[in-house]
């Protein structure tokens, strides 16, 4: 946790991604006025809002200069500027990542049983870490 707190703070896909995951589990709401004011609401508070913007928000995060929160996150995947979509996944893989464990990092995995005796490749793009042989989860994990 050290780590995170000497490191600067920049808005990378990776760090959106798991904004935007704490904004859905932490239940972030986006209010709009209608002079098109927008307000996200606090995921530890119950009675707390905060103006939101793409670039800007008032809660902690915001104030300290950090560019990503999830009160912005909530708020790009509603207007859909969210960063996190556009790039190819396997860019953000490092070379020395964790392996995939449901295939074994080969990113295709068998897909079941043979109905066609003829046609024995049965193999399909592994749905776990998208064929990229990987463990995502464990890379998102260390990125936020
Ligand atoms: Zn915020
Ligand atoms: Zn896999």
Redesign the pocket.
């Known amino acids: 946790m050290n780590q995170t707190m000497t490191r600067t703070r920049q808005a990378t896909p990776e760090r959106w991604a798991s904004a935007l995951d704490r904004a859905l589990h932490g239940g972030v709401e986006i209010l709009t006025t209608r002079d098109g004011a927008r307000f996200a609401t606090s995921t530890s508070q119950l009675d707390l809002l905060y103006r939101v913007t793409e670039t800007t928000c008032e809660c902690a995060a915001g104030l300290a200069g950090d560019p990503v929160c999830c009160h912005r996150a909530a708020l790009r995947d509603i207007l859909g500027t969210l960063p996190v979509m556009t790039l190819r996944i396997d860019e953000f893989i490092p070379a020395d990542a964790p392996k995939?464990s449901?295939?074994f990092?080969?990113?295709e995995?068998w897909a079941g049983s043979v109905d066609d005796e003829r046609n024995p490749q049965r193999f399909i793009t592994?749905p776990?870490?998208q064929g990229t042989?990987a463990n995502l989860d464990a890379i998102i994990r260390v990125a936020a």
């Open positions: 995939c449901w295939c990092g080969k990113g995995r592994c776990e870490c042989g």
